[in-house]
């Protein structure tokens, strides 16, 4: 590499990484919003500093051995994306968990994480300002998703059945008959068995549409786990993720001859899905919740009227 007393071989270097970059960010932009902006975030700064160092050129400070250290970085972070490819296959092929995708989402972090320093110490060899902005903004990025403000999101449904409250909410609190009105379940299991009452476990199997195909695949097949916390005999019941942060509220309600069942199910993400940029997602997902709780509901009205 070019010393700091040789600001055109110093132009040269810059111009090189910048247009790699430049090809990074045209190729990632294009898959969907939250890849764009993480993009973005972790390349617009870099990108402009090698700019600037092009139009400025000058000596710069170059410690010894700098270079390798940002190499060095940079190989941790191609291992740890090849280890990303390696665990997506897994969850890809097999039955998969909240855990797992955690797995995926910090490996992810870390070799973005890598990536970052990496492009920072080779930045700080030519425009050190803009080094230390790019890891400033990094980290003020992580910190805006430490609060829950920015993490959480909600999904309300409500209908009318032509069935009294009693028969509704029977129907509801037996919990096996999720199989015949939840969309994508394949298995379920309740301990105790019998209605549900407060610790109730739910042990469930599914399929979950994914908000954009992801590896070729549209859905995935997921082992759930929930437990039964709160429970009003005749009124509501309210059942947590064990596994994941989400929290549905299921409530009965007399409505002249018949019922009102709303359904309110209130999520908070985890700081590393904020990190990762898939709540710029959570728009779509949750559309995504409120149709399938929707049909979901038509399909219990059906159910009862048929029942009736």
């Known amino acids: 590499m070019a010393n700091a007393a040789d600001p055109a071989g110093l132009r040269i270097i810059a111009a090189l990484i910048g247009v790699v970059l430049l090809l990074i960010l045209a190729r990632f932009v294009r898959r969907g919003i939250s890849t764009a902006v993480i993009s973005v975030l972790v390349l617009s700064i870099p990108i402009a500093g090698f700019a600037f160092f092009i139009v400025e050129p000058g000596p710069r400070p170059y410690p010894e051995g700098i270079a390798w250290t940002a190499f060095g970085l940079l190989v941790l972070a191609v291992g740890l994306s090849l280890w990303t490819y ?9 039955v998969t968990t909240f855990s797992m995708l955690a797995r995926l989402r910090w490996i992810t972090i870390a070799a973005t994480a890598c990536f970052v320093l990496a492009v920072s110490v080779y930045l700080y060899i030519f425009e050190p300002l ?12 992580v910190l805006v998703w430490v609060p829950q403000h920015f993490r959480r999101a909600s999904v309300y449904v409500s209908l009318e059945v ?13 919990a ?18 019998g209605q549900l009452r407060v610790g109730s476990r739910l042990r469930s199997r599914r399929r979950v549409p994914l908000v954009r195909p992801w590896l070729k695949v549209t859905e995935l097949n997921m082992e759930m786990e929930s437990q039964v916390t709160e429970l009003v005999p005749g009124s509501s ?36 899905q904020g990190i990762a940029g898939q709540m710029f997602r959570i728009g779509e997902g949750t559309v995504l919740a409120r149709d399938a709780a929707m049909r979901s509901l038509l399909r219990i009205k059906e159910l009862l009227s048929a029942d009736g």
């Open 86 to 94: 390696r665990v997506a296959a897994q969850i890809r092929d097999r």
């Open 176 to 193: 096996t008959n999720a199989r015949q009105y939840e969309e994508g379940l394949q298995d379920l299991s309740v301990s105790p068995e």
């Open 237 to 272: 019941y309210t059942v947590v993720g064990v596994d994941r942060g989400a929290s549905t509220t299921t409530e009965v309600k007399p409505v002249g001859s018949g019922s009102q069942i709303n359904i309110r199910t209130q999520y908070v993400f985890s700081i590393g």
């Open 162 to 174: 032509q069935a009294p409250p009693e028969r509704a909410w029977d129907f509801l609190v037996d």
């Open 130 to 141: 803009f080094a230390v902005a790019n890891l400033v903004a990094g980290l003020a990025w």
